[in-house]
């Protein structure tokens, strides 16, 4: 699960002399101080503010980012403080200035899961963004898993969640059958493990995973236009699906198999 943060955009001089944007992330440091200079941050940014506070830009889908951390010198504090450092051409498309407010979600750190048994909101400013999110979107933030199947799922439902936000019903139903059949049904399933009373379980999942499936899928393997209503209603259950799973295997109900054991 991530950090949501709100921050100050700067515009100053950088360490090489030059001048660049800035993201402060002092009050995120405060809170995680292991957080270090040169690493790698990923972040979805989710809104922006002008410097009256005005709201430029809620975010539908999330930009998705990767910087690494740097270090600005603030003529204020007279020290230097962490932040991260926004290329111009990326300050120009996003319509960022001086002094404006950014909220961002940070989903990683120096290429590991940020957070992974919580959901943090840093800051007053990112408990007002966090109460804009969608039933979907905290949803998918929620999803922060060890599991690299279960990640590759939880991808695809990110993108199918986007191309909903781009009206692009067809592309998410696609994302969506990529999640719970290829992944999930065709990957994950074959490799579960389960003792007692639990050993019809895979079979049980499967059978759920052929339910959903059919939600999206109905009309062929290129179905025509459905219902919005009904794509979304999928994606919900394959979120609470895949956040059923990961459970399973935090509380060792079921174990997965070695690659390439899956069949044996």
């Known amino acids: 699960m991530p950090a949501v943060v709100s921050s100050t955009v700067r515009f100053g001089e950088d360490i090489g002399g030059g001048k660049s944007y800035f993201i ?3 009050e995120l440091t405060r809170v995680f ?49 962490p932040c991260l450092i926004i290329p111009r051409d990326m300050a120009s498309q996003l319509n960022i200035g001086d002094d404006y407010r950014i909220t961002i979600i940070i989903t990683a750190y120096d290429g590991k899961p940020f957070l992974p048994l919580e959901l943090k909101l840093v800051d ?16 998918l933030l929620s999803l922060s898993l060890e599991d690299p199947l279960l ?24 994302s969506i059958r990529n999640s719970l059949r290829d992944v999930i049904r065709d990957k994950f399933v074959p490799r579960i493990e389960v003792v007692g009373e639990a050993e019809e379980f895979p ?25 919005r209503s009904t794509t979304e209603m999928a994606l919900s259950m394959g979120i609470e699906l895949v956040r059923y799973l990961a459970k399973m295997l935090e509380d060792r109900v079921i174990s997965l198999k070695k690659e390439g054991e899956a069949g044996s």
Do not use: C
Not at 47 to 70: A, H, Q, T
Not at 126 to 136: D, G, L, T, V, W
């Open 124 to 139: 007053r400013e990112s408990e007002r963004a966090f109460e804009h999110f969608s039933r979907i979107e905290a949803g």
């Open 33 to 81: 101080p292991h957080i270090e200079e040169g690493k790698m941050l990923r972040f979805y940014i989710s809104e922006l503010r002008n410097e009256n506070d005005k709201l430029i830009k809620r975010f539908k889908p999330f930009r998705e980012v990767e910087l690494k951390i740097g270090r600005y010198w603030n003529r204020y504090w007279n020290r230097y403080v």
């Open 151 to 174: 990640n590759e799922a939880v991808s695809y439902l990110w993108d199918a969640y986007a191309r909903l936000e781009e009206n692009d019903v067809e592309g998410a139903r696609t």
């Open 203 to 227: 079979e049980r999942v499967k059978r759920l995973l052929s339910s959903l499936i059919e939600l999206v899928q109905y009309g062929g393997p290129h179905p025509g236009p459905a219902p």
């Open 24 to 26: 402060y992330l002092d």
